[in-house]
C-alpha cells in the first residue's frame, strides 16, 4: 500500500475498482465487477464577505459583517476573502507529488435578487486586487454593463473577468501558488522538484523578489546531474491549518436611483468553480461569514434651507476694526418620508449618519478685486442646535478647504435626524484678508460685492457628503463690498553713515570696534506711503473716517541656529528708543516692544494722497560685554527690527489693516587684523 496521495483529476484518467465474486461451490468459478472511480483531491474554501459605507482599501476598517447603508451617488465598498484550506501536510504532500497549483478558481460575487439601478451603465465598479506580488494593488473597472444574471434569474452577478484595468486588459486571477507561504528546504534530501525555466510543464513557482522561479516534478528523462527541490509550507508542520486568501476592494456607486431596496450579497454559487482544467475541486466550508446585506436608498428630505448673513455694524460694507466680522445663520430642515418609515425603523434608525453645511462665497466684482474662495481660517461657533438639543463641540468640526467653508455635524445617530431642524450659528472674522476677499465698489457700482449660499447635505458616511442626493440649497441675494482701498506700504531702512573704515551701513556691528561703548547707535527712517488710499474723510476731523493718528510699534526677531526669526525681549538688545515725526506723539517703551501714537497734523492729512507720511527712529543697539552679559541669550547673531502702523480715527480705531517692514543688522564680534572690513576692489 502507497503513502503517496493517489488521485484521478489533473491526470486525465479514472481509476477501475476490480471486485471478484467467488463461486462458493467451485473456487475455480468466479465473476468480476470492474468499477470506473474518479478519485478527486477536494480543497475546502470559504469566503467572506464585509461591507462599509465609503471607500477604503486597509483591512482595518472592516471589522464586522454589520448590515450598512448606502445613499445613491455614494460609494459603499465589499471586502471579499476568497480563502484555501488545507493542513501543512496536505500541502507539502501535494507540492511534493507534482499537484498543479498554476490555476485559480473564477472570482464573482452576487450583489442582490435583482439588478435594479446596480445594472444602470451609469453604476460604476472599482475593484482592487490586493493580490499581485509581482505589480501590488492593481485596480479593476466597470459599469453596471457588467453584471450578468444566473440562468432563469435576474439576479445582479459580477464576474470579475468583466472588469478591465486602465490598458483595457480583462481581469485574470493570480494563480493559487502566488498565494502559498512557499520556501525552499535546503535540509531535505529525496527532493521531487526540479526548476524550468518557464510555465511550460511547472506545477508551482516561487516568487524570489524580482521574478517567478518555476519547478516541476522528476522524470525519468532528466538527465543524471539534475538538481532536485524540496518546497514546504513556510512556519506551518504536521496538522497545523493553513489558510491562504485572496482579498479584493470592490467599490459600488450607483449615480442614479430612487426609492430604498435591501440586498444580500453572496458569492452566487453552491462552491467555487474554475474554468481551468487543471483545477481541484472544491468544497464550500462555513465557518465564515458568506453573506451580508446592504440596504441602499435615500432615507432622508433635507428641506427648508437657508443661509443669512449679517455684518457686524449691521451692513454690508466690510470696514477694518468697526465691520470686519460676517455672522453666518445656517438652517435646515430633515425628515424621513412616510412610506419608508418602516424600513427606517429596520434598518436605518441605529446607524451613524453624518449632516453637513457647505457654506460657499459668490464674486462678482467688475474689476477683479476680492475672490469667491474663502479666505479667512478665523471662524468662531456661537451656538449648534439639533432640534431642541444644543451641540458640544465633541459633535461637531468645521475647517476652510479649497475656499470652500465646512461645517459637520457628528457622532449622532439616524434616530436623530428622523424629524428635526438644524441650525448653527458662526462669525467669519476678517484682518488682514480683507482687500483680498472682497471687491470695492468704485463710482456707480451697485452690483460688485460677495454673496453667500449654503448646501446642506446628509449621508451615511462623511465622505459619502460630496455626492449625497440627500440635500438641499439656498443663496443669499445680500453682498458685502467694499468703499475704499484698504492698502498702504510702508518702507523701513537705516542711514547711510561713513564710518572710518570706509563702510556705509550701521547695519554690520563689530563687538571688538565698539568695546569701550558698549555697543552703537542705529539711526533709521520709517517711510507710510498712503498715496493710493481713496475713500477717507480728510477735512472733517470728528468724521470716524478721518486719519487722526498714526500708531505702531518696532519689535526685535532673533536668527537661531535652524534659520528662523522668533520673538526677543526687546529691552534686553536695545535701548534708549527716540522716534521724531513733524507732530510730536505719545510713545511706551515696554520690555517687549516700543510703540507709539503720532496725531497727524492737519498738512499732513490733507496731503495723504501725495505724501508719504516719516518717521525717525534711534536706538542704542548692545555689543561686546554688554550684550555677553546677558548669558545664554546673548548670541552674536542677525537681528531684525520689525516696523508696524496703520492709520487711525480719533477714537484710535484702525481705518486700515497694519502693514509692516523690516531691517536686519548683524551684531559680531571678530579682529580686523584677520578679516578685513575693507573694500579690496
Not at 424621513?336 to 457654506?359: H, I, L, M, S, W
Not at 527712517?525 to 481713496?534: L, V
Request: charge should be negative; include cysteine.
Amino acid at each position: 500500500m502507497t503513502t503517496e496521495p493517489l488521485y484521478d483529476n489533473q491526470n486525465n484518467q479514472f481509476t477501475v475498482l476490480d471486485v471478484y465474486y467467488a463461486n462458493p461451490g467451485n473456487a475455480q468459478e468466479g465473476y468480476h465487477l470492474f468499477i470506473p472511480i474518479v478519485v478527486k483531491k477536494i480543497l475546502q474554501t470559504e469566503f467572506s464577505i464585509k461591507m462599509l459605507n465609503g471607500s477604503s482599501a486597509y483591512d482595518s476598517a472592516y471589522s464586522t459583517n454589520a448590515a450598512i447603508l448606502a445613499n445613491y451617488k455614494g460609494d459603499f465598498t465589499a471586502q471579499l476573502t476568497y480563502s484555501y484550506i488545507w493542513t501543512a501536510d496536505e500541502w507539502n504532500a501535494n507540492i511534493a507529488a507534482g499537484t498543479n497549483f498554476l490555476w485559480s478558481y473564477d472570482k464573482q460575487v452576487k450583489l442582490g435578487d435583482a439588478k435594479g439601478s446596480l445594472g444602470n451603465a451609469s453604476t460604476r465598479y472599482t475593484l482592487i486586487d490586493m493580490n499581485r506580488r509581482e505589480a501590488g494593488s492593481t485596480f479593476f473597472t466597470g459599469n453596471g454593463t457588467a453584471l450578468k444574471s444566473t440562468e432563469n434569474k435576474q439576479d445582479a452577478v459580477l464576474k470579475f473577468n468583466n472588469l478591465e484595468d486602465s490598458s483595457k486588459n480583462k481581469y485574470t486571477s493570480v494563480y493559487l501558488s502566488d498565494l502559498l507561504p512557499l520556501k525552499v528546504d535546503d535540509k531535505a534530501s529525496n527532493g521531487t522538484l526540479k526548476k524550468v525555466s518557464s510555465r511550460e510543464n511547472a506545477t508551482i513557482r516561487i516568487w524570489n523578489g524580482k521574478e517567478y522561479d518555476y519547478y516541476a516534478p522528476k522524470s525519468s528523462d532528466d538527465p543524471a546531474d539534475t538538481t532536485y527541490y524540496t518546497l514546504v509550507i513556510d512556519g506551518k508542520t504536521g496538522t497545523d491549518e493553513v489558510k491562504v486568501s485572496e482579498v479584493y476592494y470592490l467599490t459600488v456607486n450607483c449615480q442614479e436611483g430612487s426609492g430604498v431596496i435591501t440586498q444580500n450579497v453572496t458569492l452566487g454559487l453552491d462552491k467555487m468553480t474554475s474554468s481551468d482544467s487543471s483545477a481541484l475541486p472544491s468544497r464550500k466550508r462555513g465557518k465564515e461569514s458568506q453573506n451580508n446585506t446592504y440596504t441602499l436608498g435615500d432615507f432622508y428630505q433635507v428641506s427648508d434651507v437657508s443661509i443669512t448673513p449679517e455684518g457686524k455694524d449691521k451692513t454690508t460694507i466690510v470696514k477694518s476694526g468697526t465691520n470686519d466680522a460676517i455672522d453666518l445663520l445656517l438652517k435646515a430642515k430633515v425628515e424621513v418620508p412616510d412610506e419608508y418609515k418602516n424600513q427606517f425603523e429596520t434598518y436605518a434608525k441605529n446607524d451613524p449618519v453624518y449632516f453637513r453645511f457647505a457654506v460657499r462665497m459668490h464674486n462678482t466684482s467688475q474689476d477683479d478685486t476680492g475672490t469667491d474662495q474663502i479666505l479667512t481660517q478665523d471662524i468662531r461657533v456661537s451656538s449648534v442646535k439639533l432640534g431642541e438639543n444644543t451641540l458640544g463641540e465633541q459633535d461637531y468640526t468645521y475647517e476652510v478647504s479649497n475656499g470652500v467653508l465646512y461645517f459637520t455635524v457628528k457622532n449622532k445617530k439616524g434616530v436623530d435626524f428622523s424629524n428635526v431642524n438644524i441650525e448653527a450659528q458662526l462669525r467669519l472674522n476678517y484682518a488682514g484678508e480683507m482687500d483680498a476677499q472682497f471687491p470695492m465698489r468704485k463710482g456707480n457700482d451697485s452690483t460688485s460685492g460677495i454673496s453667500f449660499s449654503v448646501n446642506a447635505a446628509i449621508a451615511y458616511s462623511e465622505n459619502s457628503l460630496d455626492g449625497s442626493l440627500m440635500n438641499g440649497s439656498d443663496e443669499n441675494s445680500q453682498k458685502f463690498y467694499r468703499e475704499k482701498i484698504n492698502s498702504v506700504r510702508i518702507n523701513y531702512y537705516a542711514y547711510d553713515t561713513v564710518s572710518n573704515d570706509g563702510n556705509v551701513s550701521q547695519l554690520g556691528i563689530n563687538g571688538k570696534e565698539v568695546a569701550d561703548k558698549g555697543g552703537v547707535t542705529i539711526t533709521t527712517q520709517g517711510i507710510y506711503n498712503a498715496t493710493d488710499i481713496a475713500g477717507l474723510n480728510t477735512t472733517e476731523e470728528g468724521d470716524e473716517s478721518y486719519p487722526y493718528y498714526l500708531i505702531g510699534s518696532l519689535e526685535l526677531q532673533k536668527k537661531d541656529n535652524s534659520g528662523k526669526y522668533t520673538d526677543v525681549r526687546m529691552s534686553d538688545y536695545i535701548t534708549s528708543i527716540t522716534s521724531v515725526s513733524a507732530n510730536k506723539g505719545i510713545s511706551k517703551n515696554s520690555d517687549q516692544k516700543y510703540e507709539f501714537e503720532i496725531p497727524l497734523t492737519s498738512a499732513q492729512v490733507l496731503n495723504l494722497a501725495t505724501e508719504p507720511l516719516k518717521i525717525d527712529f534711534s536706538y542704542f543697539v548692545k555689543s561686546d560685554e554688554a550684550l555677553e552679559k546677558l548669558g545664554d541669550q546673548a548670541q552674536y547673531a542677525n537681528y531684525k527690527v520689525i516696523l508696524t502702523a496703520h492709520l487711525a480715527n480719533k477714537a484710535g480705531t484702525a481705518l486700515v489693516e497694519d502693514v509692516s517692514d523690516y531691517l536686519i543688522y548683524t551684531n559680531a564680534k571678530f579682529y580686523n587684523g584677520i578679516i578685513s572690513t575693507r573694500d579690496f576692489d
